[in-house]
């Protein structure tokens, strides 16, 4: 008998979301349908107040049955959530090896691109931003850097500068990532960091060359954490600067290479940010 109420459970448990809650629902109003006209049946006799009493039970039923969908249908769209969280979470999870390996590779300063990912979300969360914006900042402060994959070794990890054509060969990365992302249908809204971050707010960046607002605004909040970061750690083409250089060349960068108004903000709220960046 057990075996047989556990197969049972298990085929229900096969059927697709609409069949248990098309199911569930038929079999409840039949149900009610049955029990509620016999017991009308054998208690009301009179054919003028049994009329009454049907459209009474007509009503009820409809009442019934709409909070009941509404109830199974809220259960059935929470689990679907749930189970879309779960799927963005493992892509999160995976893409955050990823970009491990790729700081590695690069030899860049440990947990770079999750200190970044931190920093731009705060700094975010401080401009107004909220809610997909945020999901998108996230996921396109973790992939900045996602083009250099196609780049050789001999460029990215250089110790001196890099020559003319080394110069233009790494310019292409911004376009490489945008590339990439655009194959992934959850990161199309996660390309504006990737593409723009090298835009200058005096148009003078790339690849684009943007100017001002036109620059996405998740660009602009990147680029000033970015700058940041990058100065205040070591590089393989250069030493760590002193944080008072850091933070005075954020403030001459204003207005020529970075967004004067998230500078400002960036200054303003500064040891909450770095707390943020150093801090997981």
Excluded: C
């Excluded at 731009?120 to 900042?137: K, Q, S, V």
């Excluded at 110790?159 to 992934?184: F, V």
């Excluded at 709220?269 to 150093?278: C, F, V």
């Amino acid at each position: 008998m057990r075996g047989l109420l556990a197969e049972r459970a298990l085929t229900v448990k096969k059927l697709s979301p609409q069949l248990r809650t098309a199911g569930t629902y038929v079999l409840i109003s039949a149900i009610y349908i049955w029990v509620s006209g016999h017991l009308l049946g054998s208690l009301v006799h009179d054919p003028h107040r049994i009329v009454l009493y049907q459209i009474l039970k007509g009503w009820l039923f409809v009442l019934g049955t709409g909070l009941l969908l509404y109830w199974m249908i809220g259960r059935t769209v929470h689990r679907l959530a749930e189970a879309n969280q779960r799927l963005l979470d493992s892509h999160e999870q995976a893409l955050r090896v990823l970009v491990g390996a790729m700081d590695i590779r690069h030899k860049e300063t440990r947990d770079h691109s999750e200190r970044v990912v931190r920093m731009a979300l705060g700094l975010a969360r401080m401009a107004g931003l909220e809610g997909d914006a945020l999901r998108d900042i996230k996921f396109g402060a973790l992939l900045h850097d996602i083009g250099k994959l196609a780049l050789p070794d001999a460029i990215l990890i250089k110790p001196g500068k890099l020559d003319e054509d080394e110069t233009l060969l790494m310019r292409t990365h911004p376009r490489l990532g945008y590339d990439m992302l655009q194959r992934i249908d959850f990161l199309h809204s996660a390309s504006a960091i990737p593409y723009s971050h090298h835009e200058r707010w005096d148009g003078s960046g790339y690849p684009q060359g943007l100017k001002g607002e036109t620059i996405p605004v998740a660009a602009r909040i990147f680029s000033v954490v970015d700058v940041w970061d990058a100065l205040s750690f070591p590089r393989v083409y250069k030493p760590a600067w002193p944080e008072t250089e850091v933070l005075h060349y954020l403030r001459e960068a204003a207005g020529g290479q970075l967004d004067p108004h998230l500078v400002q903000l960036f200054l303003d709220n500064y040891a909450e940010l770095k707390g943020l960046a150093l801090n997981p």
